[in-house]
C-alpha cells in the first residue's frame, strides 16, 4: 500500500463511522476540519483501522496524531514494505 | 475453512456498498421494519454494525414504523467505555426481531445508578438493564492467595445490592453477566487447585451469579462463554483497556452484540422454533435420486458418512430440548422417505419428522406450507441447505427465514448451525421436553378426525381431560414462556418475567389461571393461561381480563369455552359481577379478534388503534356442555367452589 491508498482507505473508514459520503483528506488535514472527528470516532477509527490493515498501534501511538499526514507516515511503518 | 466466531460466518457478507445503502435507508420513508432486518442479515464488522445502528436511530426519531420488529428499551451499566458497544446493539438486535433503544449511562457509575432513585437507569421505563460489570469492576483483577475467599463473597455483595437496589427502585429486571477468566495464571497447570487467584476466585463467582440469578429472577448472559469460545487472548486486549478502556477487544465487538440480540429476542419469544432440513448432502452425502440407498453416504466408516451423521445428531439434540424438525427437499416423496425408512445408518427416523415435504415446488411454498400446518410463523423457521443457489432464492423470496451459510464440508454444519444461535433459550420447561412428542400425537389426532363424523364425536373421542388451577410456584417457568412466546392466540400480548408472575401470585387483586390438557394420545402440558385483575366501579367489583392466551394446538377444542366456565366461576366465587375483556390487535393475532364476541360477551368500545373492549355480565353466564372432563388443581378443590 502507498501512501495514497492508506490515505484514502482512512478517509473510506472515517467517511463511514462519521456517515460522511465523499469526505477527502490531505496530509494537512486535522480531526479539527473534520466534521464529527471527535475523540469517541477517533477510537473507532483506529480500532476499524487496526482489523482493516491488520495491523496494531502501540499505547504511546494512540493519542491523535497532529494531522492526517503523520498518521499515514504511522500506519505506512506498520505495513510491510511493498 | 469456516471464518472465526468473531466474524459471524453463519451470515452472508455484506455488499461493498453497505455503508451507502445504510444511509439511504436513514435518510428513507415508509416502514422500516423489513429493510432493517435485512441489512442486519449479513456479516457486519463494527463499522458496518455502525452505520446500520445510525441509520435505525435515524428512522426511529423520525417515528417510523419498525413492525414486525418489538421495541425493547435496554439499559446499560458498565464500568467501561460503551461507545463502540452501543454501535453494534441496535444493528444486531433488529437480526433477532428487536428494536433496540438502547440507554447508556455514563462511565463507571454502576452503583450510582442503581442506588439512586432518581437516576436515569431507575426512571427511564427500561425492559431490561444489562448490569455489564467485569472482574475488574468486581476487584477479581488481581489474585488474593491470603483471602480470595472473601473476596469472591465481596464481589458477589456488590452484585447483589445492585440487582436488590434495582428492583427495589422498580427499575426494568436486571440481566448479569457471567465474568470471562483473563489469561494470566500465576501458577499455571496448578492455578485451579489454589484458592484466591483470579481463576478460582472468577469460577466462584460465575456460580454465585447463576445461583444469584435463579433467586432473584435475572436473565443471565454467558459473556464468560462468549470470551472462552472467541479465546481470551483476542477478548481481553490489554492495549485497548489501557488507552480507551473498553471492557474487551473492538474486534469483538459485533459477535457481542449478537449474543446480546439473541438473548433479547429470546426474552420477546423471537427464538425459532423449527428447523427445517434439506436433504441430499445436507443430512446425507450424494443425491438419493441418483445415488440411491447404497449411493448415499451417511453413518460410521468414513469421514463424509460421519459427518452428515453429526448433521442428524445435531437435529436431534435440538429435538430433544423441544424444536421441531421439518423436511423440505426436491425430491419425489416416496424417494426421499426410503432412507428414513430402510436405511441402517440413519439416526433421524421418519417419527422424528413433523412435517415432510419432498415434492418439485419451489422451497419457499414448501416452507410456507410447513409454516402453516405446524401453526408457526415463518419468522420462526431455519432452514439448512447445502446448495448456495437455493439459499440465496430463499433469502430473497421469504427474508424472515433464517438460512445459514454453509462452507464446502459437512463436518462444519452441525457447528454453524449451534453458532448461529436461532435457538436461544430463557428457560428451559418440562413442556419444552414434551413439545415434540405432542406434535408427534397430532398427526395421529388428525387421523381420528378423518374417520369421525362430526366435529362433537371427534372432541368426544379425544378424551380430553382440562386441568384447571391458579398459578403456582411449579408452574412459574412455564407460565412466563408462555406469555412471552405466544403471538397468534393471545388477546393483549402482554410479555411478563418470571418475578412479574410471582408477584400476582402474592397479589390478592389478581386471580390467575393455569390449564393443562391431556387426551387419549397423551399430555400437552400446560396450553392456556387467563390473568384478571380487580378493578371496583362503585358498588361493583369486576375483573379485567389482564391476559388471555393459549397455545394454537389446541385450537378448535372448546378449550376457550372451558376456560370462561373457570374463569366465570371464579368470578362467582368472590362476588365479582362483570368480566371486562380487551382485545388489542397486532400483525399476528388476528385470529382472537373475535374471541370474545364468539363467547358471548359484547363490545363496548372500539378504540382508533383497533383496541377493542368487551363486557360479560357473570350472572347471566350459563355454562355450554364441555367435550371434556375438567379437574381443579389442588388449591382450589371443587368442595371449596
Known amino acids: 500500500m502507498n501512501r495514497d491508498q492508506i490515505r484514502s482507505k482512512i478517509a473510506e473508514l472515517l467517511g463511514d463511522i462519521t456517515d460522511n459520503d465523499d469526505l477527502a483528506l490531505t496530509d494537512e488535514t486535522t480531526a479539527d476540519d473534520v466534521d464529527g472527528w471527535d475523540s469517541v470516532n477517533h477510537v473507532k477509527l483506529i480500532v476499524a483501522l487496526e482489523s482493516a490493515l491488520k495491523i496494531r498501534f502501540d499505547s504511546d501511538e494512540i493519542t491523535a496524531p497532529d494531522n492526517v499526514g503523520a498518521l499515514v507516515d504511522l500506519i505506512a511503518e506498520k505495513l510491510p514494505s511493498a | ?641
Open chain 2, 1 to 641: 475453512m469456516v471464518a472465526p466466531f468473531v466474524q459471524l460466518p453463519w451470515l452472508p457478507a455484506a455488499p461493498a456498498d453497505f455503508a451507502s445503502l445504510c444511509r439511504r435507508f436513514g435518510s428513507g420513508e415508509g416502514p422500516a421494519g423489513a429493510e432493517a432486518q435485512r441489512l442486519s442479515n449479513f456479516a457486519l464488522d463494527a463499522t458496518q454494525s455502525g452505520s446500520l445502528s445510525r441509520a435505525i436511530a435515524r428512522r426511529r426519531k423520525a417515528k417510523a414504523d419498525f413492525a414486525p420488529l418489538s421495541p425493547f428499551r435496554l439499559g446499560l451499566l458498565s464500568n467501561a467505555t460503551t461507545d463502540l458497544i452501543a454501535d453494534c446493539l441496535p444493528a444486531a438486535a433488529a437480526r433477532h426481531g428487536v428494536l433496540l433503544d438502547l440507554v447508556t449511562t455514563p462511565f463507571d457509575q454502576v452503583m450510582q445508578q442503581a442506588l439512586d432513585p432518581s437516576s436515569e437507569t431507575n426512571n427511564a421505563g427500561l425492559d431490561a438493564v444489562l448490569v455489564a460489570v467485569d472482574h475488574r469492576w468486581l476487584q477479581l483483577d488481581r489474585s488474593r492467595l491470603g483471602g480470595g475467599d472473601e473476596q469472591s463473597a465481596a464481589a458477589l455483595e456488590q452484585l447483589r445490592t445492585v440487582v436488590t437496589a434495582l428492583r427495589g427502585n422498580r427499575a426494568a429486571p436486571p440481566i448479569l453477566q457471567t465474568v470471562p477468566v483473563p489469561p494470566s495464571p500465576l501458577f499455571g497447570s496448578y492455578e485451579r487447585r489454589v484458592r484466591g487467584t483470579i481463576r478460582t476466585m472468577i469460577e466462584d463467582v460465575n456460580r454465585g451469579i447463576l445461583d444469584l440469578a435463579d433467586e432473584t429472577g435475572c436473565t443471565v448472559l454467558d459473556t464468560a462463554a462468549l470470551a472462552e469460545r472467541i479465546g481470551t487472548d483476542l477478548w481481553f486486549d490489554a492495549v485497548q483497556w489501557g488507552a480507551y478502556k473498553l471492557p474487551f477487544a473492538a474486534e469483538a465487538g459485533p459477535a457481542h452484540a449478537d449474543m446480546v440480540g439473541r438473548l433479547l429476542g429470546a426474552i420477546r419469544g423471537k427464538a425459532r422454533k423449527c428447523l427445517v432440513l434439506d436433504l441430499d448432502n445436507t443430512v446425507w452425502g450424494g443425491v438419493i435420486g441418483d445415488d440411491g440407498m447404497e449411493g448415499i453416504k451417511i453413518g460410521q466408516g468414513s469421514a463424509v458418512g460421519e459427518a452428515f451423521l453429526a448433521v442428524q445428531h445435531a437435529a436431534l439434540d435440538l429435538r430433544d430440548r423441544g424444536i421441531i424438525l421439518a423436511v423440505s427437499s426436491k425430491n419425489d416423496d416416496e424417494v426421499a422417505r426410503r432412507p428414513f425408512r430402510e436405511h441402517p445408518d440413519m439416526a433421524l427416523k421418519e417419527s422424528h419428522i413433523s412435517v415432510f415435504q419432498a415434492n418439485w415446488s419451489d422451497k419457499a411454498s414448501n416452507l410456507e406450507s410447513i409454516a402453516r400446518s405446524l401453526n408457526i410463523g415463518l419468522d420462526a423457521l431455519v432452514l439448512l441447505d447445502d446448495n448456495p443457489a437455493e439459499r440465496a432464492q430463499l433469502r430473497a423470496a421469504l427474508p424472515m427465514v433464517a438460512v445459514p451459510e454453509l462452507p464446502q464440508d459437512p463436518s462444519w454444519y452441525p457447528g454453524i448451525l449451534f453458532a448461529a444461535g436461532y435457538f436461544e433459550a430463557v428457560t428451559f420447561s418440562a413442556e419444552d421436553r414434551i413439545r415434540v412428542q405432542s406434535y408427534a400425537s397430532d398427526a395421529q389426532r388428525a387421523e381420528v378426525f378423518a374417520t369421525s363424523r362430526d366435529l362433537g364425536d371427534y372432541l368426544g373421542s379425544l378424551a380430553m381431560v382440562m386441568t384447571a388451577t391458579p398459578f403456582d410456584v411449579q408452574g412459574r417457568q412455564r407460565i412466563t414462556q408462555l406469555t412471552n412466546k405466544t403471538n397468534q392466540f393471545n388477546l393483549t400480548t402482554r410479555r411478563y418475567r418470571e418475578s412479574d408472575i410471582a408477584a400476582f401470585d402474592a397479589d390478592p387483586a389478581v386471580w390467575t389461571l393455569q390449564v393443562r390438557l391431556q387426551d387419549r394420545f397423551g399430555d400437552l402440558g400446560m396450553i392456556a393461561l387467563v390473568i384478571c385483575r380487580t378493578r371496583r366501579d362503585g358498588e361493583e367489583t369486576a375483573w379485567d381480563i389482564d391476559t388471555w392466551l393459549m397455545s394454537c394446538r389446541v385450537l378448535g377444542r372448546k378449550v376457550e369455552e372451558a376456560m370462561l366456565a373457570e374463569v366465570v366461576a371464579g368470578a362467582r366465587e368472590t362476588g365479582v359481577a362483570r368480566l371486562r375483556g380487551t382485545y388489542i390487535p397486532t400483525a399476528k393475532n388476528g385470529m382472537v379478534a373475535e374471541h370474545y364476541s364468539r363467547l358471548g360477551f359484547s363490545m363496548v368500545e372500539e378504540a382508533t388503534d383497533g383496541t377493542r373492549y368487551y363486557e360479560l355480565d357473570v350472572a347471566r353466564y350459563e355454562a355450554p356442555d364441555l367435550p371434556m372432563t375438567v379437574r381443579h388443581g389442588s388449591v382450589r378443590t371443587p368442595e371449596s367452589a
